[in-house]
């Protein structure tokens, strides 16, 4: 199915990645002058290092599924930090890249040691990674207790009574993260209230959101655990869900129940482990990374 084409996970492990200053920077010559002070302005190393991965993450899944040559790719983002593909020209190939994936739209993450892309082409995509650490400083329950304004009801009593502090705090990093990737999807920033955001699961499988009370039926949600206490949530969703701002962005917004099924219940690809090397342009350029 030419759908399929445009579905796509992969996710990088950078606590295995230790690059010198030179070849740092030769990995962010790859991206547009613009995108360096994204990268440059943190302090800590493993700040830049995520923030690196992501926009080059971006720039090969969309080279690769597009054939949008690198230094032509035109990545945005809305006001709310979304970041989208910006369409400059309407070419030959580009409408018939529009047939086949009518709404290419990706979502990036990173938290801890992975960072993480995901793509969909009719339906809305978000992604969330967590890192499950554990508070130094205080208990569990001190920690999640400040957060509690974020759960619905019923959801606050499956984090509390999940078992032991671990368990709790592992149902809890959970929550949150499927709570991100809806909101993400959307195209929303942190002012979301999320405790208006419910999920109902079966030992996790079987995901389904309620918002304000009302499931949400045309909506997938799939949680996964990753090594070194890692969690990826990824959401599936309709266009029409969007922000205004994000909307703006997109192909298109509506389809008939039949074209959106499509979207909606194409398989979900599982994750490919990519290396730095792999997310670098193979242009025959004959550049040579610095020592």
């Known amino acids: 199915m030419e759908l399929e084409k445009g579905v796509h996970r992969w996710i990088v492990d950078i606590s295995e990645w230790n690059p010198s200053p030179n070849y740092f920077s030769f990995a962010m010559s790859f ?12 302090f ?13 993450l971006q720039y090969a899944l969309i080279h690769q599924v597009l054939g949008i ?25 580009c409408d018939k890249l529009n047939l086949e994936l009518p709404n290419f739209n990706f979502n990036a993450s990173h938290h ?35 957060f509690s304004s974020y759960f619905s009801r019923l959801e606050w009593f499956n984090i509390i009574n999940a078992g032991s502090s671990r368990q709790i705090l592992s149902e ?22 999320l405790d208006t955001i419910e999920f109902h699961h079966k030992n996790w499988e079987n995901i389904v959101v309620k918002v304000d009370g009302k499931e949400l039926e045309d909506w997938r949600f799939w949680l996964l655990e ?22 703006t962005t997109l192909n ?27 997310l670098f342009p193979s242009n025959g350029t004959g550049r040579v990374p610095p020592c």
């Not at 002058?33 to 990268?39: L, P």
């Not at 800590?44 to 080059?56: F, G, I, N, T, V």
């Not at 978000?126 to 400040?146: A, H, M, N, R, Y």
């Not at 990753?226 to 909307?247: C, F, N, Q, W």
């Open 31 to 42: 991206l547009p002058q613009h995108e360096h002070s994204s990268i440059t302005r943190f």
């Open 69 to 93: 040559p690198y230094n032509e790719i035109v990545i945005r983002r809305t006001a709310e930090g979304k970041p989208y593909l910006l369409y400059l020209e309407r070419s030959q190939e």
């Open 226 to 247: 990753l090594e070194k206490d890692h969690v990826v949530s990824i959401a599936r969703g309709h266009p029409m869900y969007a922000t205004s701002s994000y909307k």
């Open 172 to 193: 809890f990093y959970r929550y949150w993260s499927v709570k991100e990737a809806f909101v993400k999807a959307i195209g929303d920033g942190v002012g979301y209230k």
């Open 252 to 278: 298109r917004t509506q389809f008939n129940d039949e074209e959106y099924n499509l979207g909606l219940h194409l398989p979900n690809a599982r994750f490919i482990f990519r290396k730095v090397e792999d």
């Open 112 to 146: 801890g040691d992975f960072v993480a892309i995901a793509s969909e082409p009719i339906c809305l995509v978000g992604l969330d990674v967590v890192s499950q650490t554990i508070p130094e400083k205080e208990s569990v329950k001190e920690f999640i207790q400040s």
């Open 44 to 56: 800590k190393m493993e700040d830049r290092k995520r923030a690196l991965m992501s926009r080059l």
